[in-house]
């Protein structure tokens, strides 16, 4: 992608507060990844769709596309962390649930966590998270696609904003395409009123130094991080990680216990 197209998605994330990037997986990759979701659909109540990467080789791609990764970088700093990769499928008759906007769980939005000082105040001055989605169908008008109400990520307060329904777009996006939005931005899926199921990886990302959805440092299986070659540290938080012990006995690259106390190393 040219500096002129990249600085479009950049402004487009600024000024509406998402943004499409087209062609990031082939069609191909689409279909083997949702392949993928089908076999781990079994094992769904139980988590099947949670943590992706280390559940088969085709969710690794994600992390390895330079465009996108530059993209989430330009926002969120050379050092962001993914927060967590869950499968969706959204089945014929199901989503539309209402829009919202993200970080109420584990984010910054976290209701417990808003202090009187903030006045029911969103932070809008920095991009403190993205969140991505990965059409792995077709997103259209009727099959369940993601909507979003442009704009709506510089709204301050908590709430939704007064007339976001009425304001909601929903997303026509190629399979293959990803969609990138600022978390402040209030968004949620639409009614699948087509026979097919719609499939998309969810993919957020914060800062470094915010917890994310997981501990991804913890989480990461070793061979899925080896396999993520020398970006794979920053992405899954390795140098992150608190200490659990004092610093002087920390190897903080590794995001574990210098070798003279491996012996307290705790699993
Ligand atoms: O599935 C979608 O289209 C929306 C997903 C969503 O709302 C989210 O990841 O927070």
Known sequence: MDQGEFDRHVNHILTHGYTVLTDMLSVEECDKTCSALERLAAERARGGFECLFNKDLVFER???????????????GADAILSGMHGSRIEPGSGGGGLHADGELTGYLRPRSQATADRGKRITSHVMSLNTIFCLSEFTQSNGATQVVAGSHEVETLDIPETAVERAKIIDAPKG??????????????????????????????RCWQRGEYEMARVVKDDVLERAGEQGP??????ALA?????????????????????????
């Open 243 to 267: 200490p659990y012990l004092e610093r002087w006995q920390w190897d903080r690259d590794r995001g574990k216990p210098l070798s003279e106390f491996a012996h307290l190393h705790r699993a």
């Open 177 to 206: 395409s990803t969609i990138v939005f600022n978390t402040n931005l209030w968004h949620g899926s639409s009614k699948n009123e087509s026979a097919e199921f719609r499939y998309a990886l969810l993919v957020p990302w914060r």
């Open 62 to 76: 994600i992390y390895q596309l330079p465009t996108y990764l530059r993209l989430i970088r330009h926002f969120l």
């Open 234 to 239: 920053a992405i899954f938080g390795i140098d």
